[in-house]
């Protein structure tokens, strides 16, 4: 059994009955909605024509809101619905950026997730969902699409038919007769920050401004995006625990002594500090922060979210033996060196696949890039750490060893580099194309070369070349501030494209 919608958008006369019934059956608060009616505009007065189309939860066969969902608050049912569970929901909105349809929401009434789920209970009853009981014009089907039988079977066996997205591999259960096509690539369309009936508050960096040729958006509602600054921090955060240990298992490696007390000692209290701050960023994130715990007591190992926090507790673990071998053998043992780096080296990268499971978004999909850049960022981060400490401390390597110093230009070069690279290669998708002109040349072009590039790489590199008075110390500041703004953008970039 797969239950399934066919929206027929040629009966569709955009009157919202299917958007007010669900509102009234679900009780959905002021502002957010389960399915909406968008409207866009063609042509030139006076040779215009207005299209609807009916957005919703498309209860993928492979939904990528339940892989990413920590703890299982998403599900699928055998009869195909994609339910949910808000006794679950953590609030972490990582389903919201896996979703490539923007058919999630954050209920504000609860802080959890929510969406389109069929009239579960209706269909339980055998009653068929609100939506499709309403409409005036019968342009929603609801039904098994397994039962030839079904009016859904026989509208998708018997006419054109099409989905969203088809590339992204979701598999999606609701089909569309007639739909304008224009609809169901958003990114096609000229956005206004006025509509017909309301105003887009969040209307996102964008290098489309209104332009007659395009199709226009003339009434959508608001999608805000999900993740913000703190999401940008916890990388940074993250970047500055793992390289404080990688650096510092590297460097007492390549003096060949694992009893230097700065390291064997205060370099497992940087990182436990960072490492804290980082999770304290990851639980404020969540809308539910009271709830961080099902992490571990409802676990869905599928999520890069739960694999992610495990090895972060994992790395936190053997920071605290490492630190224990300092202050009371005065020592670090090479198997104790050797799983700190591996798991600091996890800590640093996992973001990578958390991001590329969040399906949504085509710009953060280079996984196997984003991991190396990180792996990168975190060199800079660790090396910068240890050269304000050193500056701070007036520590040296013993004479002729290699000083946090080299491994921080070393690091600044290699970024630069990666940077480089990550542009050069073209993306895709459309999706990931205009992200990366948003970055690269739109709003937030400017922030990005000041200060992610020009202040974070190249001004810190030279200031290595030219060696003037505190060139380390004021380098390894601007690395630091540098990486802060360059994970603040990509977070934003990546989100910056619409999903519907
Ligand atoms: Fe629905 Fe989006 Fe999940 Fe697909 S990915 S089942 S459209 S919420």
Same mark, same amino acid.
């Not at 098994?144 to 079904?150: F, Q």
């Given at each position: 059994m797969r239950y399934g919608f066919v929206i027929d958008q040629n009966r569709c006369?955009?009157?919202?009955a299917c958007t007010v019934a669900c509102k009234e059956e679900h009780q959905v608060p002021l502002g957010v909605f389960r399915t909406w009616v968008k409207y866009v505009e063609k042509g030139e007065y006076p040779n215009t024509s207005r299209h609807f189309g009916v957005m919703?939860?498309?209860?993928?066969?492979?939904?990528p809101c339940v892989t990413i969902c920590p703890t299982k608050a998403l599900y699928r049912r055998s009869d195909g619905i994609i339910d949910f569970d808000n006794q679950r929901c953590?609030?972490?909105k990582s389903c919201m950026q896996a979703?490539?349809?923007?058919?999630l929401y954050i209920d504000?009434?609860?802080?959890t997730a929510a969406k389109c789920n069929f009239c579960a209970h209706r269909v339980e009853a055998n009653l068929e969902p609100a939506c499709v009981i309403v409409c005036p014009t019968q342009a929603i089907l609801a039904g098994?699409?397994?039962?030839?039988?079904?009016k859904v079977a026989r509208a998708v066996a018997t006419q054109k038919v099409c989905v969203r997205k088809p590339e992204k591999g979701t598999e999606p259960k609701l089909f569309y007769v007639g739909i304008e096509d224009d609809l169901l690539h958003p990114t096609r369309l000229s956005r206004q920050s006025g509509y017909v009936f309301a105003?887009?508050?969040?209307?996102?960096?964008?290098?489309?401004?209104?332009?007659? $040729?395009l199709t226009r958006e003339v009434y959508d509602v608001a999608h805000p995006a999900p993740w913000g600054w703190k999401i940008a921090a916890y990388l940074w955060t993250k970047s500055i625990a793992a390289g404080v240990m990688i650096v510092a298992a590297m460097l007492m490696a390549l003096a060949g002594n694992s009893s230097m007390r700065i390291f064997s000692i205060v370099s497992p209290m940087i990182a436990l500090v960072a490492l804290g701050i980082t999770m304290a960023l990851l639980v404020l994130d969540?809308?539910?922060?009271?709830?961080?715990?099902y992490l571990l007591t409802?676990?869905?190992?599928?999520s890069w979210l739960v694999i992610g926090a495990y090895i972060l507790m994992g790395f936190g673990a053997m920071c605290v033996v490492w630190l224990l071998y300092g202050l009371f053998k005065d020592f670090v043992p090479g198997v104790v060196l050797v799983l700190t780096t591996v798991l600091a080296a996890a800590s640093a990268c996992y973001s990578a696949f958390l991001f590329a499971q969040?399906?949504?978004?085509?710009?953060?999909?280079g996984k196997w890039s984003f991991c190396w850049h990180l792996l990168v960022q975190a060199l800079v981060a660790g090396a910068a750490t240890w050269v304000i400490c050193q500056a701070v401390t007036n520590f040296r390597m013993p004479f002729g060893g290699i000083q946090p110093a080299h491994v921080l230009v070393l690091s600044l070069f290699l970024s630069l580099i990666t940077l480089l690279m990550e542009i050069a290669i073209p993306r895709g998708t459309e999706d990931g194309k205009r992200a990366k002109k948003v970055l690269l040349q739109g709003e937030l072009s400017r922030r990005f070369w000041?200060? $992610?590039?020009?202040?974070?790489?190249i001004l810190p590199i030279t200031l290595f070349l030219l060696d003037p008075p505190l060139a380390p110390s004021i380098a390894a500041v601007l690395a630091l501030y540098g990486l802060l703004w360059f994970e603040y953008l990509w977070v934003k970039a990546g989100q910056s494209v619409p999903l519907s």
């Open positions: 006369i955009g009157c919202h919703r939860c498309n209860h993928c066969d492979a939904a953590i609030g972490c979703c490539p349809y923007d058919a504000p009434n609860n802080n098994d699409l397994d039962d030839p039988a079904s105003e887009q508050r969040d209307h996102r960096p964008s290098e489309k401004s209104f332009d007659p $040729a969540l809308k539910r922060p009271d709830r961080f715990y409802k676990p869905n190992f599928r969040a399906k949504g978004r085509d710009f953060w999909q000041l200060s $992610a590039v020009a202040l974070g790489l």
